[in-house]
Each structure stands twice: as C-alpha cells, then as structure tokens.
C-alpha cells in the first residue's frame, strides 16, 4: 500500500472510530489506561532496547537510563495519573478533589501537582511541582473546569493528525494520549522517521486504543506528513519539533513561505498545536558555595545540555552568570571539566554535524571538548547574539556574563531572557539556598516574571516533562506566525485548563549534604545525570514501580540509587 492509500485508509478507519470513542464510557476509558500501562511496563526492555539502537547506546551503557526514563517511564506515570483523574471523574468528583491550593504573584493560584503521595516524597525526596494558573483564575474556576474534554466524553471533536517527534520515545505516546483525553480527538500518529524502529513497540504498547480504532500509526517521510496534515478529514494538527519546521508545515517554504507567514496567510488553514524549542537559559545567582556545590551544580548543567547529547527541546544552551560573582572563575573551570569528562555518545541526530559546525564558524574560539572534540563550549563572547537565537540541538553551551550589581542580577536576567532568547519552553535557575531566603518573597516575583513554560529552581525543567500532572508547553500567547515555542500544553494529567506555567524546585544539595545544609531531602544524585554510573539499573527499577507501586520494590530502587 502507498504511503497516501495509507493514510487515507487510517483517516476512513478513524472517522468511524470516532463514533465508538463517543460510545466509550469513562469506566471503559480508564480500564484502557491501565491496559496500557500494563503493556508498557511488560515492553518496557523491549522499548529500551529500540531506543538504544537508535542512539548507539551499548548494552553496559549507564545512558540508557535516560531511555527507561523518559521513555516507558514516562508513559507508564502518565498513564497511572490520567486513570486515576478518570476515576474521579466518574465518582462525580473534580479531578482537583483533595489537591491543595496556593497563592503566587500577580494574583495567580498555583496548584500542588507534586508530590501527591508518601511514594513521591520519597523516591523525589525534596523535589515539587505547581502548576500557576493564569492571573485572575480562582480556585473554585479550577476545580469547575478541570478534566477538560472528558466531563463529557460523548462530545468528541474529530481527528487529530500527531507528528511525533525524533528525539524522546515517550513524546509520540503522550501526545497521543493527551489528543484522546484532553481533547477528545480520535488520533493519527505519523512516526517521525528517526524513531522508525519504535514503530513495533508503540503498536503493542497502544494496542488496546489500536484495537478500539480510536488510535492508527503511521510511518513516511516529510510528503507524507503533509498529506496527512492537509487530508480533508484531519481536523487539527499536533506537533512537536522546532519552529522552522512548523512554518514550513503552515505556511509553506522559501521566499512565497515567508510572504505568506508576514500575511499570515497559511497553506494549511486548520488549528494547530505545537510544543517546540527554543533556546533555554540557565540563571545562576550569586551566592558562596562550596567546592562540593561548585562540582555537582557543574554536573547539573552538563547533564542539562548533554542528555540525550543535547537533542532535547529543553536542553540548556546559555548559562547566564553574574560577571562580578566571586567564584565565577571556579564555576566556569568545573562546569568545562564536567562537559569534557561526560560519556562519548554519537552524533545520531540528523543535521548534529553540521549545526555544531554553525556554533564554531560563529565563535571560532569555542573550545572544542570531550572525545574527538565534539562538544562545543563558548565562554563570554563579545558577540553573543547567534547564542541567544540559534537552537543549535546538539553538544553546544554558551556561557554569558551580566555585568551589575548582585542586587540587580535577578532582574537584568530576567530582562534579556525574556527580551533577547528566542523561545519560551523552559527556563532554569540555580540558587544556594541562602541566597533564596535572603530575596524573600522577591525570589517568587522573580519566578513570576520569567515568560517560560516551565521554570525549574536547582532542578532541570525536563523534570516538569517527566511529572504526569504538571504541564509541558510553551509559556502562553504565541501566534500562528510568530509561534517561538509553540501553542499549547501537553501531559497535564488533572486536565486543567487556563494554565500558565509549571514551577518545579529541587535541593541544590544531594544527600548527605542536603540534610547538613539545612534541606528537607534525601535524595542523591538524581539518575538522570550523566554521569549516574548506575541510572540504567534505577530507570529500569523505577518502570517497574510505576507499573505496580509496592513497599517491597523500594529497597532496590534506593540501593542504586544510592550508587550512582
């Protein structure tokens, strides 16, 4: 069958699919969940396993736990959280029911999305996550509202034709997911060719909507991917990738693409959701920190562009430090040595080479780091310009300095990350926590003016991808023609609508130094750093505690922990 004569038939598939959706009872929705997670813990080294091929991963290789994380880890959590909202939902209870409430700035309400029970306190000892709702959004608003498309299943709302992304496994299946829960829509997954080999484990692990013909998948390059998009019976667009790609899908290429994207006259004419990249920015403020701390945060924001070598939508480009900071020489210094000792990984992302070579023509006095100098880290240029608007998805940091007084620091970070970088997905920031005690309240003002998605304190943002209820998205207001990070959210496992931004907090510390500085954790250092020499054994110990959460799984999960 050609590719057009397949989508066709996956489309007629689907339109009467979409009728059995319609017929679907919440009780039955919910039972499909946990099929699923069932089928993606079962599948789990089997998913793992495609993943790592892909990748170039060997089989002793402590980065595969970046693949049981974020790929079946993923699903499997939000699977689990998306039932348990289902479940309320049939009891005639809000999905909010028995979720506290707080107060942020700017008359906002936040919502605790994590932790939300004695299992999350203590496999994320010290971590948190809140969701902001838009200013003005009270409570009472939330709790009417949430659940989205399921408060009334009957009412579905067509096809949506999903591009999965080429980089995350867990992408593709979430997005689907969020397609058929949150809004209601009958999906068409058009595989990214990248993942081509996840093709047979994400049709076993979707089996049961597969079966229900609620869900077809499909695999093809960039043709196939606009007739899919353009077919008369796809109702709305999802995808995720980067901006340029998004513009050429809507508006078209080349100099008519352009014309058109100015007038916003697009090719493609229907609504489209997208959650793309950008360039992420990482906040460092002042503070006195010891050797230790100077060592681990210099790991931290490796791991935060080095995993998955830097193919992330949300990986870390520019470190943005202040210039009068007294151990800014001693930062830098670690944060190089971090970079340079990180695992060899392979350059598997189309494009990689020669985006790395776009970095080096434009600083040609980066220093060229790691094996075979692949990594590519550019220190305070004069010229920081192709930093702040090029996302340069692969191995390349950027480090620029702030010159003003410490006081200042917050709020002129603050001025050119939201004013200067392209793209709002997330944005990090690190703090010793004294010097958050010490800013008072203005710390969450602080928070509250950053126009991200998702702003994570001493955690890495990807941390909000990997928590089911928080949201995963762009920060709100973009435009079809001016999309920077895209249009709308994801995950979002309580449903919630008139969100603004997820904001995750972690120990700056691992344990046992977080405990003698004074934070409420435990937690060591976290497995998905590069350099956890046991994160593929905690991944796969974790997968399967999120399949079947059991007190007698916890010992093991703590013992590797522990080592890496």
């Known amino acids: 069958m050609s590719d057009t004569a397949a989508v066709d038939q996956a489309l007629e598939d689907l339109a009467i699919g979409e009728k059995t959706w319609a017929a679907t009872p919440l009780s039955r929705r919910r039972e499909l969940l946990d099929e699923v997670r069932d089928l993606t813990v079962a599948h789990a080294a089997e998913w793992v396993e495609a993943a790592a091929g892909i990748k170039g991963l060997p089989a002793d290789s402590p980065l595969r736990g970046e693949e049981w994380l974020s790929g079946p880890y993923a699903v499997a959590t939000n699977t689990a959280a998306l039932a348990a909202t289902l479940a309320k939902l049939e009891a005639g209870e809000s999905p909010l029911a028995g979720v506290e409430f707080g107060v942020a700035p700017g008359d906002r309400t936040s919502v605790k999305v994590f932790p939300l029970d004695v299992f999350d306190k203590l496999l994320m000892s010290g971590f948190s996550a809140e969701v902001w709702l838009r200013p003005g959004v009270t409570p009472a608003e939330a709790v009417r509202e949430a659940g989205l498309a399921q408060r009334d299943p009957s009412h579905t709302k067509g096809i949506s034709a999903v591009l999965g992304a080429g980089n995350i496994s867990s992408i593709a299946p979430l997005d689907t997911l969020y397609e058929l829960f949150a809004h209601n829509r009958v999906v068409v997954l058009k595989v990214n060719p990248v993942t081509d080999a996840m093709l047979p484990v994400w049709t076993k692990v979707l089996a049961p909507f597969i079966g229900l013909g609620v869900v077809r998948i499909l695999s093809g390059g960039a043709e196939t991917g606009q007739y899919l998009v353009s077919h008369r019976l796809v109702d709305h667009v999802h995808m995720t990738g980067s901006s340029l790609t998004h ?83 001693q930062f830098v210094d670690a944060l190089r040595a971090a970079i340079d000792a990180a695992p060899f990984r392979s350059a598997y992302y189309p494009g990689s080479d020669a985006r790395v070579a776009s970095a080096t023509q434009s600083y040609p006095d980066a220093q060229r780091l790691g094996q075979g100098g692949a990594r590519v880290l550019v220190v305070n240029p004069d010229d920081h310009a192709a930093l702040r608007t090029t996302e340069y998805f692969g191995p390349v940091l950027g480090v620029i300095e702030l010159d003003c007084p410490d006081a200042d620091f917050a709020a002129e970070a603050t001025r050119v990350v939201n004013d200067d970088f392209v793209g709002t997905l997330g944005a990090n920031i690190i703090a010793e926590p004294a010097t958050i005690k010490s800013m ?115 010992p093991k999960i703590f013992a590797s922990a522990l080592r890496g």
């Not at 203005?442 to 928590?467: E, K, P």
């Not at 979002?492 to 907090?505: C, G, K, P």
């Open 440 to 554: 008072g309240a203005s710390f969450d003002d602080f928070i509250a003016g950053l126009r991200y998605g998702t702003v994570a304190v001493n955690a890495w943002t990807a941390v909000g991808y990997l928590t089911a209820t928080a949201t995963w998205g762009a920060f709100p207001g973009h435009t079809r023609n001016d999309v920077q990070s895209g249009i709308g959210v994801v995950h979002n496992a309580f449903l919630l609508d008139n969100t603004e931004r997820t904001v995750v907090r972690g120990p700056f510390r691992p344990s046992p130094r977080s405990v003698v500085g004074g934070e409420m954790s435990i937690a060591p250092k976290p497995p998905w750093f590069v350099n956890n020499k046991t994160a593929a054994t905690t991944g796969r110990l974790l997968v399967r505690f999120a399949g079947h959460p059991s007190w007698l799984k916890l």
């Open 247 to 329: 513009d050429a899908i809507v508006y078209g290429v080349g100099a008519d693409g352009a014309a058109r994207k100015a007038a916003d006259e697009p090719i493609l004419d229907k609504p489209v959701t997208s959650e793309l990249g950008g360039v992420s920015p990482t906040i460092v403020l002042p503070g006195k920190w010891s050797a230790a701390d100077i060592e681990f945060q210099a790991q931290h924001v490796a791991t935060q562009r080095l995993h998955n070598n830097g193919y992330n939508c949300i990986a870390a480009q520019v470190v943005v430090l202040p210039a009068r900071w007294a151990q800014r020489d």
